[in-house]
């Protein structure tokens, strides 16, 4: 299963807001609403931020949005913050049963 | 709350095996459906197998299909990953994380949520 396609940076200033894409196919991303998205801070491990293409866990920050349309999912960020900045993951379960990742980017706060 | 506690770094030279252990707290296994993610340095997350929808059958990832073993010990609430034959490439960190199961639609949750501390598997002669 190859890897969801993300772009590799994505930078916007403090208060901005910025989006990240994920494309997949139409056995992952595109068969169901099953995209998830993950923060990851450098030396720690993947946190939940978003679940079911647009659902936020319980403490996650309103500025993260999620949505879908057809095979490429997105994740917003609102009102950029410094603590923002990190590598973000998309996944998605996938019609073989599995999951699989997206590529990962790094956003930078300017 | 669930707590995942995953065992000490190891370092294991080309060829061998290495077995991966992830310790439940806050929750029993059998309320868990336990998957395996791995990072190698400076590079992506790799979602490297887990159990099914309905926590019945372990689905691995083509890729280490025939090379990696899940297992769990229900009497000690530890999940176990096996990676055989390793190689270089397989230096990562290894992740243990967790699907949860939804009492409306019956089945697990396909979002992955808490995760563990990561284990350092480093593979070198």
């Known amino acids: 299963q190859p890897a969801l396609t993300q772009p590799a940076s994505v930078s916007g200033s403090p208060g901005q807001s910025i989006t990240i894409s994920c494309t997949g196919t139409s056995s992952d991303v595109g068969a169901y609403n099953y995209v998830s998205w993950y923060q990851q801070h450098p030396g720690k491990a993947p946190k939940l931020m978003i679940y079911?293409?647009?659902n936020r866990p319980s403490g996650v920050s309103t500025r993260f949005s999620g949505s879908k349309s057809g095979n490429t999912a997105s994740l917003t960020i609102s009102g950029l913050q410094v603590e923002d900045e990190a590598d973000y993951y998309c996944s998605s379960y996938t019609t073989s049963s599995s999951s699989v990742f997206g590529t990962g980017t790094k956003v930078t706060v300017l | 709350q669930v707590q995942l506690a995953q065992s000490g770094a190891e370092v294991k030279t080309p060829g061998a095996s290495v077995k991966v252990s992830c310790k439940v707290s806050g929750y029993t296994l059998t309320e868990l459906s336990i998957h395996w993610v791995r990072q190698a340095p400076g590079k992506g997350l790799e979602w490297m197998g887990g159990?099914?929808?309905?926590?019945?059958?372990?689905i691995y990832a083509q890729k280490f299909q025939g090379r990696v073993s899940m297992t769990e010990d229900t009497s000690t609430d530890t999940a176990y990953m096996e990676l055989r034959s390793l190689r270089s490439e397989d230096t990562a960190l290894y992740y243990c994380t967790t699907r949860k199961y939804d009492i409306l639609t019956s089945y697990y949750n396909t979002h992955f949520d808490p995760w563990g501390q990561g284990t350092l598997v480093i593979v070198s002669s």
């Open positions: 079911d293409v647009s």
């Open positions: 159990s099914d929808l309905e926590n019945v059958e372990t």
